[in-house]
């Protein structure tokens, strides 16, 4: 699992410095509690529950599976317009449980509301009138299995107990272990960026790709921000950029029944308003957003099961985005171009193979084809100084950029995917032995 | 590789007897001659010429990639209306090659169609003037290297000169030897069926699925018939059947430049005249066809790279054949699901998930699933006799079929693949070490 993440740290927004995700700290308007509700055997946390004490505004995006979990149908069915609590179990998928997977959830969200007033009246806070539909869930593992409701239920007074209103560092990590089937990494990010003159955060932590018993690949992103932006913004955000992130990363091409990126505006900072993502004062935002989700995307790529390569594949200069992507997603999910790489093997042949199968029209006299910055193919033709041992020293590498110019228009898009290597098929057929 | 192919040689037409490839034999109208180029390094068959003296009545459907091998664009731009010669080398893909492969193409034809008319003379046949468009190709190997025109073309003389106007099971064995690359098995499939009184053959080889650097898994796949039938019905015969058979199966998702399935008729019984597929006349050659096809597709997975078990995937009761075909398809394609059949697991997690992102709608309250008999999920519940230890046991098998009713139709689809081993991933990754 070596693959050195180094090179995610760094941050592409201007105006952001260098930060690593040690830096997570205070995000003033969340709580963050952690516990076991020993839904494993190993007494690890795995029950997380983030409070907003004044609520959150907060936007969503979901699997595009046509069954979904019982608590995306919870989600999908609250349309109120903050959110004050988003607890996440793992363990259990709330898949496949039907009717007691769901009560279970409207249980769990009419307890939490009820314990979260008493608990705003306790703290003399202003108390506010929380109702369950203001609660949402995400639910990572088993799928088809009883949802084990007892022993969440059981926790929620704990979960309530251990709320503090200040964070750090720690206890970010906390959640971003509690969040965790089988990946063997925590995922982390953050940004730090301006709207107006007013200094914003951008945190997040995310988990996926790791699977356990009936293995689910789930994906589970949740990114929060002190910035005052309503829920239309925050959606329009969220749809543009998880495109380019999330949504252009493959480990093994399957898709769950529960995957949910979410974020949420705790209105803390008092920043101008914003009413349109044209805006120019959302620009650095929209970049430092961006920024979090690519490097918690590639984080759950490079902890994609039996990962020994980082693959960042470029198709460029294509008619439009769309042929861009499906070349790139052609090649990203190609068993042959993964099992090449794993090898070392500088394995052009499949790449070609994988660009003509992907659909859109090919002039081959224009295809280019490079390996970092090594000539493969040009104009359609193996590179004159083409030289195998040059290249099959480069794929020794850890990251390996495979560049493909399609050259017929000015479109490109960029998906980032692994190896598939001895260990994948190990971890999902042999776990039996 | 063990996967006992004994319950692919039934025959399901009805008035054909039960046989075996042991049975090939004669078949009017054809000579096959095969040797050795040199193409290996081991002097294996790697040359194979189909001779057809009086010309053959054909169709074709070649590979849907957007980069096309040079034979596929030579076969294509040839329109005449007869063929005289397929010659298929292996080793090579002549893909990627581009004037260099397509020119040494020409000039083979050329010099066969040449020497043929010679051949034809010699043998005080009714000399036809054949010309080079009457001469098609099959390649099949690595791609991106310079095409092997001088050994390829040294070895026509010889060839012609192995013409032999009777054929016997023997040289049916050789041609399929002769046209396999990394396959560890030849594929031969035969019918006999009637059009009206008269009495017909039907033989098939192929070879697929086997790669070798830089890998392609090219399916070749070539069906001789004694019948006459025109170039319209056979096309629309092969098109109809093609769509069950070889365009049903998946090995690991990737296409290569090459795949091309042709059926020759070598016009030698003088069965009726057919003019439409939907003449009853047709019907129990078409189910033969249909047999030949895909007998020859499951011979094609069963020898699928590192392939330990043999999965039928049936999608039943849909809207539509389209939806159907998705569903299987994202099954079949699932790494996720062919890992875990691997690791004999019987694991519905995953094929719950693979239905739930096929695309199409799903009422959930309708699915239902089997292991062979074994009932897991009905009408959308885990079904209350489920026994994992039961499920387990099936598992075992060599021979695994899903079978998934969705219960929203009444349009099925089958598709055939195999399980995902850690032998594939040696193969494709590790061969150079």
Known sequence: MGINLSNFISSKSKNARMMDFQDLDHLDGLSISVVSANLYKDNRDDLSMFYFRDGANYASVYTQSKILSENIKWNLNQKNKKIFSLLVNTRNANAFTGKQGYESLKKL???ISKKLNEKQIEDE???KKITPKEIIFGCTGTIGEFYPYEKIVDQIPNLINKIRYTQNKFIWMKAALGIMTTDTKPKLAMEECKIGNEKIKIYGIA??????HPNMATTLAYIF????LSNDILNRLLKKNITTTFNAISCDGDTSTNDMATIFATNKIKNSPIKSINDKKIRNFD??????LLNLAKRVVSDGEGASKFITI?????KNEIDAKKIAFSIASSTLVKTAIAGEDPNWGRIVMAIGKAGPKINLKKL??????IKIVQDGKLHQA???KLVANYMKNENIDLNIDITTGNKNFTVYTMDLTNKYIEINSDYRS
Chains 1, 2 share one sequence.
């Not at 988990?207 to 356990?212: L, N, Q, R, T």
């Not at 280019?368 to 910055?373: A, C, H, L, R």
Request: hydrophobic share 30%; aromatic share 6%; net charge neutral.
């Open 109 to 111: 969200a009419h307890l």
């Open 125 to 127: 806070n202003t108390p």
């Open 207 to 212: 988990k996926g790709s790791g699977m356990i």
């Open 225 to 228: 921000t002190d910035a005052s």
């Open 287 to 292: 970049n430092a957003l961006n920024n979090v």
């Open 314 to 318: 470029k198709v460029e200069k294509c």
């Open 368 to 373: 280019s084809i490079k390996f970092g910055n």
């Open 386 to 388: 083409y030289d195998e």
